[in-house]
């Protein structure tokens, strides 16, 4: 019932992300709390982390667009976009590298100690993680590029999900992968750099 729930506000954030519309960040907390439950209830931690971490980023990103979308007078409803800088990309990198393998220690040793069951795909998981992690804090930026990420990340979560015969949760992330394709058209098409 739990994925089911999550499917359906995972609907309505990724039709307000594409629109750039702030009730997206308030939809993010329902969902976000939703999919803490259902992953950690699998066992799937790095996932039930980063939708941790998407509950504290919604709050961030509702201040951030806000004060973003003032820059935009009289532009309706344009989409505000950030430029990408190469030091982000770099740091981006360092993070995805240092902190999949960082999480995948941290499970196993979590793991041995007795605290967390083991997680059947420790390497995909903490993967899907990190790089999820760094798109949600390109999209607070508003850098369009966050969308090839998201690509990359919700096919990673599909698999994921599949594999662990969480039917509703691959549902929402085939959708979300389908939703960032149109995202960056959308955001491309319909964005104006502040």
Not at 74 to 91: F, Q
Request: proline share 1%; charged share 10%.
């Amino acid at each position: 019932m739990m994925e089911i729930f999550t499917l359906v506000t995972g609907v309505i954030y990724i039709i307000l992300e594409i629109r750039q519309k702030n009730l997206m960040w308030l939809v993010g907390v329902l969902t976000s709390v939703a999919a803490m439950w259902v992953f950690f209830r699998q066992g799937l931690y790095a996932s039930f982390a980063l939708n941790t971490y998407y509950l504290v980023t919604s709050f961030i990103g509702l201040w951030q667009w806000s004060r973003d979308k003032k820059k935009l007078v009289s532009d309706g409803d344009r989409i505000h976009l950030n430029r990408l800088t190469a030091k982000t990309v770099a740091v981006s990198a360092v993070v995805m590298v240092l902190g999949t393998f960082g999480l995948v220690e941290l499970m196993q040793w979590l793991n041995s100690a007795g605290i967390l069951q083991e997680n059947p795909m420790s390497y995909l998981d903490s993967a899907a993680t990190i790089l999820s992690a760094i798109a949600t804090w390109w999209l607070v930026r508003s850098y369009i590029q966050q969308w090839w990420l998201w690509i990359v990340a919700d096919l990673m979560s599909t698999i994921l999900c599949a594999s662990q015969g969480m039917w509703w949760m691959t549902a929402l992330y085939a959708a979300y992968t389908l939703s960032a394709v149109y995202g960056w058209a959308h955001w491309h098409r319909n964005g104006k750099y502040i």
